[in-house]
């Protein structure tokens, strides 16, 4: 079984005893974090599409807050002699998804 949740303003698939990384959520290592209602769940092949949400709670178990791989953003302006280099690492949560439903 699998379900899409809207976590943080973006859709994830979720499975159940599977990890997922999401955008910086609040809570302490170790927490349990409720990530809202399904927007669709699949069961065995029968799938169900929710207008907008399902009553489905998707719970999970927050594992450690990480970082995301350096994203460089260069600037360079031709014969001027200017460029500048900016760079950024983002920042995850690793949630372990406990139960659908």
């Known amino acids: 079984m699998y379900a899409i949740v809207n976590i943080a303003g973006k859709q994830t698939k979720v499975e159940a005893n599977k990890f ?5 959520l609040a809570g ?3 927490d349990t974090v409720e990530l809202g209602k399904a927007l669709l769940t699949d069961s065995d092949g029968t799938i169900t599409i929710g207008s907008p949400t399902l009553d489905v709670t998707v719970t999970g178990t927050i594992l450690s ?5 350096k994203v460089l953003v260069f600037k360079k302006k031709r014969r001027k002699g200017y460029k500048k280099l900016n760079g950024h690492r983002q920042q995850f949560t ?3 998804i406990n139960s659908i439903g």
Request: no cysteine.
């Open 28 to 30: 302490n290592v170790g």
């Open 20 to 24: 997922v990384y999401a955008h910086r």
């Open 65 to 69: 807050h990480v970082q995301g791989d």
């Open 94 to 96: 690793k949630v372990m």
